[in-house]
């Protein structure tokens, strides 16, 4: 039971997040410019570098003979460190 719902919540945590990172990014692009245009491009470049990890994290995890619910987990973990590492850097950029 209390596996589930720390699953939960680290759920609805990186929801949170992840919509905080879509709002700074948002604001960003709205106000144009070469920075804009710079965000942009590390958008692009992070998802697909983020979505490679992720699925060479799950490849790994099931040749290895890890089960499913771990391989998600090791998937998971890339995008979470890029999710983590946009928020305190577009924080510190907003302050």
Do not use: T
Request: with cysteine; hydrophobic share 50%.
């Amino acid at each position: 039971m209390l596996e589930s719902m720390n699953s939960w919540l680290e759920s609805v945590r990186f929801a949170y997040e992840v919509q905080g990172v879509i709002s700074m990014r948002l604001v960003q692009l709205a106000q144009g410019g070469p920075q804009a245009a710079a965000e942009a491009d590390r958008m692009i470049a992070e998802k697909i570098g983020a979505f490679a990890d992720a699925e060479m994290a799950l490849v790994s995890a099931l040749a290895h003979g890890e089960g499913l619910l771990v391989a998600a987990e090791r998937a998971y973990a890339p995008l979470r460190q890029c999710v983590r590492a946009n928020s305190h850097r577009l924080s510190s950029a907003m302050a």
